[in-house]
């Protein structure tokens, strides 16, 4: 079994079972979510629900494909490294920095975010403040300890996951009980009137579709955790196998509940549907407490982020595509180095957010969108090369394998061309493709440049990687 070593030491596994299982569920929930999906209800309508089970197939099958890999070779670095080692060096390469690069983006306006929430309660502080100090807090945590990261990561989802349940379950009281409709139930009917269940056509929920993908971004930061799990063999496989029903019950239960309540063409136009939805159950302090909500979100995007990008950073160091002092761990076992220079980047970052054009800000977290698409088909790249490159005898030893392989991969693969054909297609998300390809170029012509190869062959590493 392979450990997450780096030359200078080694991370230490300290994440629970507990802390897996609860991370891979707030993975998948957002601050988007609280806030109303409004925008792709816009387009698709109730049908939105079609679009986020097809979506959550997808992922699913990313997810295994992930998990079947980081279960035979649990590494910090997760799919960098995977992609390294069986797409090549210049897979691995792109894949770390992008998806480093996609956190920055997110961390920056996820601690944004936490300061403009903050201003609910407290709008006489200045903003500046609370993003510093939910980015120290945050840092903070990540650089104590692995262990000290779980922990924080696994009350921030407990408090998303009751929120949603608590939002389910009042909500189906006023659909079947009329609470806070005095006694009279409301039912479904709002998912087929005001112009029917698909008052859009396909074409709106095809288009939607890229707004949706884009909802469960991060989810893959599960396979980042491996190298740290106390039992990868165990805790990998049952956050992957349970993806698409948390899918289905946060992301569709939530959206059910409220696409009955309300009518599809006035969500968004009144407010978060959860405030309404708690405000409705006679709940006075519902804006308050969506807020808090709403903030440890934030809170654990950031957490999140932060130490996925330090786990990236560390890797790309070992593998010759960062300076080499990025892959020292301090005596608690953490990528000091790595950790410190994103919290710096982080702060300029905020900083950036504050004094830049609001469209050139945007243009920059466009990439986001495309870099999760990279990663993602470099996941299903990778584990199709790991695949192939196994002996019948050691193909026969996996202890957690890809269900319908290799046909699930291929559709998966072949879903997410065609959700980049529709981002071409559509005025809105084109920008997306053009910066983020800029983005890509700049990567390269930036590998090439300095020549950044990695210091050991490919070979040597797959060989390494399969006599242990």
């Known amino acids: 079994?392979?450990?997450?070593?780096?030359?200078?030491?080694?991370?230490?596994?300290?994440?629970?079972?507990?802390?897996?299982?609860?991370?891979?569920?707030?993975?998948?929930?957002?601050?988007?979510?609280?806030?109303?999906?409004?925008?792709?209800?816009?387009?698709?309508?109730?049908?939105?629900?079609?679009?986020?089970?097809?979506?959550?197939?997808?992922?699913?099958?990313?997810?295994?494909?992930?998990?079947?890999?980081?279960?035979?070779?649990?590494?910090?670095?997760?799919?960098?490294?995977?992609?390294?080692?069986?797409?090549?060096p210049l897979a691995g390469y792109l894949t770390g920095w992008s998806y480093w690069f996609m956190w920055i983006i997110t961390c920056t306006t996820e601690i944004t975010a936490v300061a403009i929430y903050m201003g609910y309660w407290f709008p006489d502080i200045p903003r500046w403040i609370w993003a510093l100090a939910a980015l120290a807090s945050m840092g903070s945590v990540n650089l104590i300890a692995v262990k000290t990261f779980g922990e924080f990561e696994f009350w921030f989802s407990l408090i998303k996951v009751i929120s949603i349940i608590a939002m389910i379950i009042g909500g189906i009281g006023i659909i079947t009980m009329g609470l806070g409709n005095h006694g009279v139930a409301i039912g479904i009917s709002n998912l087929w009137e005001h112009g029917g269940f698909m008052p859009n056509g396909i074409t709106g929920v095809l288009m939607s579709m890229q707004m949706v993908l884009f909802a469960y971004l991060g989810v893959e930061m599960i396979g980042v955790t491996a190298g740290e799990a106390e039992n990868p063999e165990k805790t990998i496989p049952q956050a992957t196998n349970s993806v698409f029903w948390r899918v289905v019950i946060f992301y569709v239960g939530a959206l059910f509940v409220i696409l009955a309540i309300y009518p599809w063409n006035q969500i968004g136009t009144q407010g978060s549907p959860f405030v309404m939805t708690f405000e409705r159950l006679g709940i006075k302090t519902a804006a308050g407490i969506?807020?808090?909500?709403?903030?440890?979100?934030?809170?654990?995007?950031?957490?999140?982020?932060?130490?996925?990008?330090?786990?990236?950073?560390?890797?790309?160091?070992?593998?010759?595509?960062?300076?080499?002092?990025?892959?020292?761990?301090?005596?608690?076992?953490?990528?000091?180095?790595?950790?410190?220079?994103?919290?710096?980047?982080?702060?300029?970052?905020?900083?950036?957010?504050?004094?830049?054009?609001?469209?050139?800000?945007?243009?920059?977290?466009?990439?986001?969108?495309?870099?999760?698409?990279?990663?993602?088909?470099?996941?299903?790249?990778?584990?199709?090369?790991?695949r192939k490159s196994l002996t019948p005898e050691k193909n026969a030893l996996l202890k957690y394998r890809m269900k319908l392989w290799p046909i699930s991969s291929y559709l998966t693969l072949a879903f997410l061309t065609f959700i980049i054909i529709l981002m071409a297609y559509h005025e809105e998300s084109r920008i997306a493709l053009y910066v983020g390809g800029g983005f890509f170029s700049f990567l390269i012509a930036i590998y090439y440049l300095y020549g950044l190869t990695p210091p050991i062959p490919i070979s040597e590493n797959k060989s390494t990687k399969e006599n242990n």
Request: net charge positive; with cysteine; charged share 10%.
């Open 1 to 88: 079994m392979n450990t997450s070593t780096t030359p200078d030491g080694e991370l230490k596994r300290g994440l629970s079972e507990r802390h897996i299982r609860m991370m891979a569920i707030g993975a998948c929930i957002g601050v988007g979510l609280f806030l109303g999906s409004a925008k792709a209800i816009e387009m698709a309508g109730p049908a939105i629900l079609l679009a986020y089970v097809l979506c959550g197939m997808a992922i699913l099958v990313i997810m295994r494909a992930l998990g079947e890999m980081a279960v035979h070779t649990p590494v910090s670095g997760s799919f960098s490294r995977y992609a390294e080692d069986y797409l090549g």
């Open 290 to 386: 969506i807020n808090f909500v709403v903030i440890t979100a934030a809170l654990s995007s950031c957490n999140g982020g932060i130490f996925s990008t330090g786990r990236m950073l560390t890797m790309l160091s070992v593998n010759g595509h960062a300076p080499k002092y990025f892959s020292k761990i301090s005596k608690n076992g953490v990528p000091h180095l790595a950790l410190l220079s994103t919290m710096v980047i982080l702060l300029f970052g905020v900083f950036l957010n504050y004094l830049i054009p609001e469209n050139i800000f945007t243009l920059l977290t466009s990439i986001v969108t495309v870099c999760g698409i990279w990663a993602w088909v470099m996941i299903l790249l990778a584990q199709l090369k790991f």
